[in-house]
């Protein structure tokens, strides 16, 4: 039977990868035959990721440590991936960063550093990398949102911006792109327990967003894989321009 989330000898390519949902995304792109490369900033973090994406599968798995808020460390990224594994047929975008701020308390390095790293270093790295996908006349591109992209929460001026702004970058490039059977689509995370909003939340920030869901709980890292998996595979290969909400039922709550 052909089984089309088979990912047997695709590259991946997910920024990010060391921890949360990026390791989550990158494993579940393992399980299904990927060959994956992950970058964050963090060497050892990446030894410690790439052991885990690997273990018990015989699959490659590569790590290169990048500052994604560095255009000319994104566009080496590319370079080195390709070098290193002669294509990249999944690009996920998930590198990101939050630092909350009202509207009136914006500091100028905080928005510029966000928005180069939330939202440029997207365009550079898919920029890079869409000619080769072209060549070969098939590619995944999934750019992580958030459910800030589409509301919103005090303070998260400069988040909500760039993850609303690369809803809009994916639906443009869906466009540029689905001649080349070339997919781009956006994944909008709830409630994840991952280490950024644990890291900005109490316990009563973190208690309101999981009785915001329908399902009255935080979502678990490995959960975010199967829609990764539906987009980067056949199985999505008519799946473009669009974003998917995986928030436990989140946006169905009215009030």
Known sequence: MNNRFDLTNKVALVTGGSKGLGLAMARGFAEHGAHVMICSRHEEELQSAAARIREGLDVRVDYLPVDMTDREAVRNLAEVTLARFGKVDILVNNAGSNTPQPIDKIQDEDWDRILELNLSSIMVLTRALVPQMKARRWGRIIHISSVLGLGSKEGRNAYSATKAAVIGLAKASALDLGQDGITVN????GPFLTDLPMSLLDEAGKQSFASRTALGRWG????????????????GSYITGEVLLVDGGAFARAL
Request: charged share 10%.
């Open 186 to 189: 956006c994944i909008a995370p």
């Open 220 to 235: 678990q890292p490995g959960e975010i894989a199967g829609p990764a998996i539906l987009l980067a595979s056949e199985a």
